[in-house]
């Protein structure tokens, strides 16, 4: 199989739509199950939903944890909408924010280096990881992870699930896209 990766020259939302269909395209291979999706206020999830409503896989949406801004962001009502076309939405703990919990640098120090992939990249193994914890996905499932650098999505990646305590566990088999990074 030839695999080819998608560069966006510029991150955000203006990249959801091509990156969705991207998703489910390579989704509709057979050998995924499950698309986890990042969705601060609820309109990337609204659109995944959207994308994927007549195909078999089923969403895991990932809002940020309860608590890490003052108010909640993600649309309340979206929720049970999701659920009730099978899908899920899960409030999980953002493990690579948790400093203070572990008292140690290193959950920033991964991600600050999982950034030089893009925060697109980082947020998605941030994703594998809660979804894992929250046995919303098998330790070692395949799934697509979709994410992005702020607003909407940018970032697609196929990969392994595994939960935090077996974050060795986790491979990225395939970069569906992403956008381009800046020189620093």
């Known amino acids: ?3 080819t990766i998608t560069y966006f020259e510029e991150t955000g939302p203006a990249n959801t739509g091509a990156v969705l269909a991207l998703a489910k395209r390579r989704a509709a291979q057979g050998d995924i199950k499950h ?10 999830a609204r659109q995944a939903a959207e994308a994927f409503a007549h195909a ?4 895991v949406v990932i809002p940020h944890q309860r608590g890490f801004r003052d108010e909640e962001r993600f649309d309340m009502t979206l929720a ?7 899908h899920r939405v899960h ?15 290193a959950p920033t120090a991964l991600a600050n280096a999982l950034r030089t992939f893009g925060q697109g990249t980082k947020v998605c193994l941030e994703m594998l990881l809660m979804t894992a914890d929250g ?23 196929v990969a392994t699930a ?20 800046e020189q620093p």
């Open 162 to 181: 595994s939960t935090s305590n077996r974050i060795k566990d986790v491979r990225v088999h395939e970069i569906l896209c992403k956008p381009l990074l």
């Open 56 to 59: 078999e896989i089923k969403l």
């Open 1 to 3: 199989m030839e695999a």
């Open 80 to 86: 049970p909408e999701l659920e009730r076309a099978g």
């Open 135 to 157: 046995g919303l996905v098998a330790r070692g499932e395949k799934v697509i992870a979709v994410a992005g650098s702020g607003r909407g999505a940018d970032t697609a990646i």
């Open 91 to 105: 409030w999980g703990t953002m493990l690579f924010h948790t400093d203070g919990l572990y008292g140690s640098g």
């Open 35 to 44: 698309v986890v999706v990042a969705s601060t206020s609820g309109d990337t």
